[in-house]
């Protein structure tokens, strides 16, 4: 799927180069997305570190990378401007244990009901959203307070870095992959900017990442029913959007590697990560697919690339922070847009006139409300709409097939009888015009829930009214026993009837 992804052994040295490369990328990103949320550059680094060194070390996809991220940075802005940065620490905390729950109740698993078109979408989206935030740093605050487009030589050296670097990525691993290509851009450029003394701004310029290491606090929050009130909405929002990009990058890390992740051990990492981020005092996180792919085209494969990162992002907090702020930032969005190029899905214009208009509709849908909205309002509308559309299609399956034995009618069944399916199930038969007897064949067909139930028991219904005899053969033990109007109709069989359960909540 793509393209810049490397097949290397993995090992401690791939790792560790990697997670610094990650490490670099980590800064600017978490610092921007606390700015979104409206909290100190800080609280969005410590949740990097935090985040990223829990889910490295008990997380059940080995080579992603979690921190602070967009997604969840949007849905808090709003918390942290009516009630303040401590109900977010509160927030945060019950989101890790919502996050715990979903894995100890294995509903990772559920991940996997995610159709391809979706996957697709949320891939394209996110690559999409991953560019339009490098734009900003494309933008200057005039001497009024406003932002403005840069312009002029400003521009063409911004530009020109961000082509170095980008070109470095690319033909590097031609030649040597002795070090991430990555890597090597950033530390190239940062040289190039720094001896040539070349005009461009810097990660400083953007922020301080200077601090201490994080300390243990209970969020400052009355323990209250109120409190409560107000961050389990929001918890629910966090926990779930979490876990849904979260189980989607590791379902694309599977694919790229060829392995394996463990979804429910996931989702129990990030639930730690986030309840030990809110105590020391970070705006939670959850995958970030920039920084994973980041990290896997730099060959990083084992917890200790997630590791590296999550401590070398400390080290910079503590210790050098004044050479990380030194990073022109035209090498990190080159490296961004780097990623951008690789984990959009081109295949996307090449396959689209050749899947069905459906599936090319949910792919176009989901990447478009990933960008409008956020992650998990376009999984859901994506999940949604495919589920109509494959109900629609299945209802339309259905069919009879009739014959005559003797005096009475045979009708046999082929296709589900579900929700979606039930008025063409209902007007495939005639009690008005039909012989007395009358014989309707289930070996053939399915009923998949309590309204495959109704219509067969509204069937029943209009037999009995007409006066016909109505005999129902081949349903299943559970069918017999939900049936109401049509429990005396149905037949003992000399054929093994089928088994199988129905989808359904009613026992009478």
């Not at 990650?22 to 600017?28: G, T």
């Not at 720094?194 to 310029?205: I, P, Q, R, S, Y």
């Not at 009690?431 to 219509?455: C, M, T, W």
């Not at 053969?473 to 069918?479: A, G, N, Q, V």
Request: with cysteine.
């Amino acid at each position: 799927m793509f393209q810049l992804a490397v097949k290397t052994t993995r090992n401690l040295k791939s790792d560790v180069l990697s997670g610094l490369t990650v490490a670099l990328a980590l800064v600017p990103e978490a610092v921007a997305f606390a700015f979104v949320a409206g909290v100190e550059p800080l609280v969005g680094l410590y949740a990097a570190f935090m985040v990223g060194l829990i889910t490295a070390c008990i997380g059940g996809r080995p080579g992603m990378i979690s921190g602070a991220t967009g997604a969840l940075a949007v849905v808090m802005v709003s918390l942290v401007a009516d009630h303040g940065v401590q109900y977010l620490f509160a927030t945060v905390i019950l989101m890790g244990i919502l996050q715990i729950m979903a894995g100890v109740l294995r509903l990772g698993k559920f991940i996997r009901m995610v159709p391809h078109p979706v996957m697709l979408g949320f891939v394209n989206g996110l690559a999409i959203v991953i560019f339009l935030a490098q734009l900003s740093q494309f933008k200057f605050v005039d001497g009024q307070g406003n932002l403005q487009w840069m312009s002029g030589s400003s521009l063409y050296i911004l530009l020109g870095l961000i082509a170095l670097t980008m070109a470095i990525i690319h033909f590097l691993p031609k030649f040597t992959r002795a070090i991430p290509s990555s890597l090597a851009a950033i530390l190239f450029v940062s040289l190039l900017v720094a001896f040539a003394g070349l005009d461009t701004k810097t990660v400083g310029e953007v922020a301080s990442i200077a601090g201490g290491l994080p300390s243990f606090s209970i969020p400052s929050v009355p323990l209250n029913l109120e409190t409560l009130i107000i961050i389990f909405p929001y918890a629910i929002i966090l926990a779930a959007i979490g876990l849904i990009e979260s189980l989607l990058t590791l379902t694309l890390i599977d694919e790229i590697t060829n392995t394996r992740g463990r979804g429910n051990k996931e989702c129990i990492g990030q639930g730690a990560a986030n309840i030990a981020t809110g105590f020391f005092g970070g705006m939670g996180g959850c995958a970030m697919i920039g920084q994973s792919m980041i990290n896997i085209n730099s060959g990083g494969r084992g917890r200790a690339s997630g590791i590296t990162a999550a401590l070398c992002l400390l080290a910079f907090i503590l210790f050098t922070s004044s050479l990380i702020e030194q990073i022109p930032i035209a090498a990190l969005v080159g490296v961004m847009f780097m990623v951008v190029f690789g984990t959009f899905e081109w295949s996307s214009f090449r396959i689209i006139r050749k899947i069905p208009k459906a599936d090319a509709f949910v792919l176009v849908l989901v990447s478009g409300v990933t960008v409008a909205t956020d992650l998990a309002i376009a999984v859901v509308v994506g999940v949604i709409v495919s589920a109509l559309v494959f109900a629609w299609q299945h209802a339309k399956h259905i069919r009879v097939v009739t014959s005559q034995e003797g005096e009475s009618k045979i009708y046999r069944l082929h296709g589900p009888i579900f929700f979606g399916s039930v008025n063409n199930f209902l007007g495939l038969f005639d009690p008005k015009n039909d012989p007395d007897d009358v014989v309707i064949e289930f070996q053939y067909s399915r009923v998949s829930d309590h309204s495959g139930l109704e219509a067969i028991d509204t069937l029943a219904e209009r037999y009995i009214a007409a006066g016909k005899t109505l005999h129902l053969r081949h349903l299943s033990p559970e069918c017999r026993q939900l049936l109401r109007k049509a429990g005396d109709l149905v037949e003992v069989n000399v054929i093994e009837d089928p088994k199988y359960r129905v989808a359904t909540d009613s026992l009478a």
